[in-house]
């Protein structure tokens, strides 16, 4: 019994002291553990933060972040994927080594598309990185299939559209409009609804007679795109007189409502519309004129419409005014004098249409007559500024007092394929005088006289007179007399007179004339052939 317990004891006290030895090694171990787990994370690389992602576009995007702790970092960049918190398992830019700022190109990137980013960095005991940070590339530029073509044209609308048939997102569609090419949505646009697919456009805001272009446009946040570009004009303005008040009954004076219709289209380049009908017009109203045509307009007579001045007394009266005014058509219809009704005795200037210093201006299809002086008049006033740019053609000029027509002031006038007949009353009377006048000192120029007809003309059928002698001859110049026929067996004068007026141009003329076919006096330097 005492060696059994003897024993006991002794394994007793040795099994103590290996627990405590045991114990000892192990706590010294695990405190050596941690200490070192405590070092590798102090040694772990350390972020401020992940930049904010900038200059986002469908594949690419700029980001960076900020090392601010960490020994011997080995690389640094951002890492980024389509699911939260990637790792830089997934793609990644590298961008240097050590601490501080940097700044990331981020490539590669899908349109449209909602990215997860982090800023990351390496070193020998491990990566660690910045806080998250999202951002969606932007979508594709919208791609449309053609603008549509432009219909319901008024004076002040127009109705276009577009299909959008591609690119996501579309914030904004509809179409955009300008006077130059190549319209964007600076210029004036529609907004028609978001998203893909068919819209119509409803213009507005336009300008009469006027030229624009047209794009449809669709914008996502990728940017904008357009589709083909289509011009049109816009309708010009125009004002029928009845609307104004004129009659057409061949009783009531219909001067003011012709008027009135004249001022409403005035500068816009649209037209006066004068329908069937006899207008009775006041001739001398304002003193010696009666209807004032402005610049930029048409004005335009049906066939059967006619202007017909009132009987008067005065020795000079204009049916029609253009002075001092660009860019005007008169067409058609005819413009009636009063010589079988006139009252007075003296004179010879009561004309049918007169053009004083215009420029750019036509006469087309128009038939004068009965005037108490000329049907047609081209002049300067003032005197120093001739008419330019005029064209007198498809005119009838029939039974007028003193001329068919007179250019006495201008530079450049075509007269085609015009009759000029029964010119008879007081002198000249020819059917087409080319005569400067006694205060034009820029005479006439430039002036073409081109498949017509005058016959029957009481004086020569055609006048070329610049002034009885040389030394009083005033300027005249450029004047071709080309393929036209003239007529006349019962006239005491010629076919065509040049007087004091040298290079005149006179050939492929037809005449059946009384006394000369032509007759030049005071001349040097004219080519008939």
Known sequence: MGFTGSFNIKYLRMKFIIVLLLSFVLVNFTGSCKKQENLNKASIPTLAATNPVTAITQTTATSGGNVTGGASVTARGVCWSTSPNPTTADSKT????????????????????????????????????????????????????????????????????????????????????????????????????????????????????????????????????????????SSELSVNVMSTGATGNGVTDDTAAIQAAINQVAGTGGTVIVPDGTYMINAIQNGWQGLLLTSNMTFSMSSGAVLKAFPNNRANYVIVMVRSVSNVKIIGGTVQGERYGHTGTGGESGHGIVIDSGNNITIDGVTTKDCWGDGIFISGYPVTTPS??????????????????????????????????????????????????????LGVKNIQILNCQCFNNHGNQIDVYAGNTRQTAKPMSGIIIDNNTLTSQTSPNDGVRIRATDGVKVRNNNMVVSRYGFNLYLTTGNTIT
């Open 94 to 233: 590298t961008n240097g080594t050590g601490a501080g700022t940097f700044t990331s190109s981020i490539t590669g990137l899908t349109a449209g598309t909602l990215y997860y980013m982090r800023a990351y960095a390496t070193n020998s005991d491990g990566t660690s990185y910045g806080t998250q940070v999202s951002f969606t590339t932007t979508n594709g530029i919208p791609t449309l299939a053609a603008t549509n073509p432009v219909t319901a044209i008024t004076q002040t609308t127009a109705t276009s559209g577009g299909n959008v048939t591609g690119g996501a997102g579309i914030t904004a569609r509809g179409v955009c409009w300008s006077t130059s090419p190549d319209p964007t949505t600076t210029n004036s646009k529609t907004t028609n609804g978001t998203g893909t697919g068919t819209f119509t456009s409803s213009i507005t805001g336009l300008t009469t007679n006027t030229l624009y272009y047209v794009r449809a446009y669709a914008t996502n946040n990728g940017g904008t795109g357009y589709g083909t570009q289509m011009s049109f004009t």
């Open 388 to 441: 330019t740019n005029i064209t007198v053609k498809n005119v009838v000029s029939d039974s007028n007092r003193r001329q068919g027509l007179s250019v006495v002031s201008a530079d450049g006038v075509i007269i085609q394929n015009s009759i000029f007949k029964n010119t008879i009353g007081t002198l000249p009377e020819a059917g087409i005088d080319l005569e400067p006048d006694g205060n034009a000192t």
